[in-house]
């Protein structure tokens, strides 16, 4: 390949700007991408507004007036004839341009509108016309030395005289399957785009390209490791599964059943699944971990069931039993379980007379010893630390290991750091799923708030209220002050009681339990019911003092109401945050809430790890370009168990020993 020196323009002075600028290579050059564009595009200066940043075209009426003053500043004045009428222009500093600035010529000007004095001042002139609507320049990051133009012209130079000798990592299937230009053209469009679409294409055919590289050496160090990883080839019996399915009050939703398929497939191969299940909350990932438990119960192994809290402990126990019928041989494991009942359980995971186990932590003390563990699953398994989830994959010889959880970016994002899991994703909600109307209302509006919760409870729907404290403190609701304003309120035509963490095990199970049964209309609660819970006949939930929260805590609460068919409403009640909380009016999306409290909030990481040093793309961003991640990891996926020779796949692993 040729050398930077070698491109026409490029003298040992720009050389060691360049060098200076990190670029030695032809290929760092083609690649010191723009790092924005500026769109340029005729203002319609009747349009404007005083102090808007306007461009805009036309002649040079007058010839420009230069005024010098102290320390070397000068300002410059014209007048010039626009589509829109004359205006005029004033510029500082520019004295340079005088001579060029001829009477009769055509100009682009950029800067700001002064509507009163109907001048310009600008801070840029281009000798030439905007001829199409819009013009998209490149803006390159530079050095002392070398300008925008420079290093536009540079690239060009170079894709001209040695386009043809870059790599192109993306094998010619991949190419063609996403309608992809060849690397040299997406080069030359990002550098001069004709127009925005050609450049989005383009765009993203150079990240896909570097996420394609990255995956592939991921997936190529994955299957070295994975050919270690052996685990329980499992016989299930697809049809009794199939007839499990049949059983369920619902039809699975097709992400649910993409999701059960892949669970599936990996427990019969021999490899050890290590599988993320993700989706929003609400999306329905319980059922698909059921279905996984039953079919590995088909194939003759025990399953554990880890959730965070207890009460999610006992709803899945108690929602396990009800699918499973009764005798089902399934146990509950919480730190509230008696000694004698804990005795009984520990013997009969041993001796596999127990073949299901559902609860907390207390899954893993080491007392716990399991007859032939097949699969260990942690639900929301965010919550747990590392640690504890390792030590529960220890209990097995190599059990299967499913995580679900409706927060998606930590574990996502571990995906494509280690890519040591894989993922399905449950898009899809289930059918008849209407958005929760959510509301921001002001303290003064509590009369609103509670004629709303009253149409509710006589639809004879529950409803949630929370609190982010547990007693009373002046600057915040606390779920006792609470008690006693909703007991005034409703306290005569209905049941009012509450839950939070610091209740014992056992009361927080009954309080749940009669909540379930409607023998609790308004269960007024800390954030304990913040992951997992689900009454589908509880359609309201009121939370006070929200700006308390992170919009992904609100984005959680919120998920517990909306689970059945009734339309469901959230109503957030604040004085201040307000702007923030209006999100959550809008949006219901998970992932884009946590990226708009990130946006707004400004601080915090949003992964819980940096991204760290060996995976900065030049254009390619983890968190905003995941779907093509995940394309690109499906791609490079099938391209190595792929076992026709192609000599790209030898220049790919030829950057496994760089650091890039
Ligand atoms: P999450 O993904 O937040 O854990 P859940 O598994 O708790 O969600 O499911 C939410 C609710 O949706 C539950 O009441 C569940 O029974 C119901 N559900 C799950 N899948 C379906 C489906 N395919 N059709 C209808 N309802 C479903
Ligand atoms: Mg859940």
New binding site residues.
Partial sequence: MGKLEDVKGIGPKSLALLNKMGIYTIDDLVTHYPFRYVYLERTDLTKAENDDHVIIDGKVESTPILMRFKAGLNKMNFRLVTAYGVVGVSIFNRAFMKKELEVGITVTVIGKLDKVKNVITASEIKFESLKDKVKIEPVYHLTNGISNKNINTFINMALLEFGKEITDYIPKKYQEKYNFQTKRMALNIVNNPPDKEKLDESIKRLKYEELFVFMFKINYLKNLKKNSNVGIEKKIDRDKVDKFINGL?????GD?KKAVNDILKDMESSYRMNRLLQ??????????SFIAMYANYLAGYQSALMAPTEILAVQHYN?LREILGEGFPVALLTGSTTKKEKDEIYKGLMDGSINMVVGTHALIQDDVKYNNLGLVIT?EQHRFGVNQRGNLQNKGIKPDILY?S?TPIPRTYALAIYGDMDTSI?KEK???RKKIKTYVKKKSEIKDVLTLMLEELKKKHQIYVIAPLIDGADDASSVTDLKDKMELAFGKYFNIDIIHGKMAGRAKDLIMREFEQNKIQILISTTVIEV?V?V?NATTMVIFDADKFGLSTLHQLR?RVG??EDESKCILVSDSDTKRLSIMEKEDDGFKISEEDFKMRGHGDLFGTKQSGDMEFKLANLKNDYDLLIEAKKDTDEYLSDSTFDPLKLKLLSTLNSNS
């Fill in positions: 009050k619902f039809e699975l939703t649910q989706g929003d909350v609400g999306s329905g990932k319980t059922i698909v929602n639900d679900m409706a449950i289930p059918k008849g997992g689900d589908p998920g689970r059945g």
